[in-house]
């Protein structure tokens, strides 16, 4: 039987894929899911212990935000708490993707949170990618340690982990993802050479106001 949800389902496949392909993934880890829509609080989610290279539509789990089973075979993620808790706090979410990419763990395992560098970080991710306290994976505490790190910005480093990013939906949660590996490898080369400018205040500044004006347009629209 064909399911309600196939197009969100294969809409995680293929961020799935995409996340592999892109390396900022390796085996089995990282964990990708999209809300659903409808009156119901529902997610689609990535299964345990499967690489997100080799997803079938099938292996994908749907869940209530009790993580009550509803539709698939296999077990969710094992960061399953993560992605209910950022759906539940943030409704302005559709898509939350966690990542254990290799210049993202760096920062996250020498404690460095990443200030606003580049031009396109503010504006995508809404100001520094903070750094979470440290939990052990999986568990609520985790997930409540990099929701407080999130705030209302769309991305966040787990302490001696790895990284998160969440979007409206799958395609601004992985350009997130790409561009937090992208920015904390700038910052660890730019710091090898001895040297990282960060943007002029008035800058970020701006940059914040227009990130905030453009959630809020989309927030109404
Ligand atoms: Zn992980």
Redesign the pocket.
């Known amino acids: 039987m064909t399911s309600r949800w196939a197009n969100e389902k294969k809409a995680v496949v293929d961020t799935a894929m995409e996340l592999a392909a892109a390396g900022l993934v390796s085996g089995s ?3 990708v899911s999209v809300r659903l829509p409808g009156p119901q609080e529902l997610f689609a989610i990535t299964p345990l212990g499967k690489p997100l290279s080799g997803l079938g539509i099938d292996d994908i789990v749907v869940a209530d935000f009790d993580i009550e089973p509803v539709e698939g075979e296999l077990t969710p993620s ?2 399953t708490l993560l992605h209910v808790s950022a759906y539940r706090s943030r409704p302005d979410v559709g898509a939350v993707i ?1 990542t ?1 990419s290799l210049y993202a763990s760096v920062a996250a395992v020498a404690g460095l949170e990443i200030p606003p560098l580049i031009d396109e970080m503010v504006m995508t991710i809404g100001g520094p990618i903070r750094l979470s306290r440290y939990a052990f ?1 999986g568990t609520q505490v985790l997930a409540d340690n990099v929701l407080e790190a999130l705030g209302d910005r769309n991305a966040a480093l ?1 302490r001696n ?2 990284a998160v990013g969440v979007g409206r939906d799958l395609r601004e949660a992985l350009d997130v993802c790409s561009l937090v590996e992208r920015a904390a490898q700038i910052y660890l080369q730019a710091s090898l050479l001895g040297k990282v400018n960060v943007l002029p205040i008035e800058v970020i500044e701006t940059q914040m106001e227009l990130f905030r004006m453009r959630r809020k347009a989309e927030d109404t629209s």
């Open positions: 880890s990282g964990n094992s960061e966690h254990h994976p787990i982990h790895g």
